[in-house]
């Protein structure tokens, strides 16, 4: 799949992208056949990347709730070494963590070089969430020089900033926004009040965000426009069909972690030499036998 096709455009907004968008698949069993080959194209390059250890990849998801964030991340990841990878969930901050910059606890969790980190949420919640709810700056206990006029776009300068210090010290970035429709997560959030094993899922106030779909829109909108930048740019996912999110989601990353390595490092003279020595020593054990 040519995932190119859901980079944001600038200028273009949210309504250039639709929701509905299957790709011109015949159906939901091609799109799992996608997914299968991508999820094992995954492991494959992870496995690899892990034996070069000069690279990271970083993958973060936002969405609106019910787009399907944590079932994304189950299949994508589905034949991946768990050992390699790990997955974090932004909730609301702790007591220790509103203490320190909004940045702090994104830097303690990212993947190490040949490693996949999974962000579920981030730190761009501090430019969305809290562009909504203002009211959530008070318990971080800003300076007044830190808050006021121009807060979003200091905030967007510098995590513009963070992303590509992370990419040129070898952290690659891929960021995806898992576009539903409205109609499509009044849909889901019914389903997690009818299903028995998807109520536990359901909070009230997924309800009371819905209510402030709009204001949420225009909060993405300003930072895709400001953050979808040359070395960390966002995808814009179709998220009303969940077998072509997932697929799309995972074609991206295991097209990414092909261009990092796509084979084995080779080694070298005193690799060489030791490994056959090595080699030549075993072999010497079972003849001894």
């Known amino acids: ?32 056949s996608l997914l299968a080959q ?5 492991a494959k390059y992870q496995d690899i990347m892990m034996a070069h250890g000069d690279y990271g990849l970083l993958v973060i998801l936002q969405a609106m709730d019910g787009a399907g964030k944590d079932a994304t991340i189950k299949h994508v990841m589905s034949s991946a070494d768990p050992q390699g ?14 203490r320190h910059d909004y940045l702090w606890r994104a830097a303690q969790a990212m993947p190490a070089r040949g490693q996949i980190g999974l962000f579920n949420r981030s730190y761009y919640e501090h430019v969305l969430a809290e562009r909504v709810h203002p009211e959530k700056l008070k318990r971080q206990r800003l300076p007044e020089s830190a808050l006021g006029e121009g807060l979003w776009e200091r905030r967007f300068r510098q995590i513009n900033d963070f992303e590509r210090y992370l990419v040129e010290n070898g952290v690659h970035i891929l960021k995806f ?34 209510g402030l779909w709009d204001e949420h829109m225009r909060a993405f909108e300003a930072a895709f426009e400001r953050t979808s930048t040359e070395w960390a740019p966002w995808h814009i996912v179709p998220a009303d069909s969940r077998w072509f999110a997932r697929a799309a989601v995972a074609s ?29 020593k075993l072999e010497g054990e079972g003849a001894a036998g």
């Open 1 to 32: 799949m040519d995932t190119t096709q859901f980079l944001y455009r600038p200028g273009a907004g949210l309504a250039a992208y639709d929701p509905k968008f299957t790709g011109g698949f015949a159906g939901e069993d091609e799109a799992r």
């Open 38 to 42: 991508a999820a094992g194209d995954i």
């Open 85 to 98: 990878c790990e997955v974090k969930m932004f909730k609301e901050m702790t007591e220790k963590e509103v």
């Open 177 to 210: 926004y898992l576009n539903l429709s409205r109609e499509e997560q009044r849909a889901r959030l019914l389903e997690r009040l009818t299903r028995e094993d998807k109520r536990w899922k359901f909070s009230a106030s997924d309800v009371e965000e819905r």
């Open 252 to 280: 991206a990353v295991a097209s990414k972690l092909k261009s990092l390595h796509a084979e084995y490092p080779k080694p070298d003279e005193d690799e060489e030499r030791e490994l056959a020595e090595a080699r030549a």
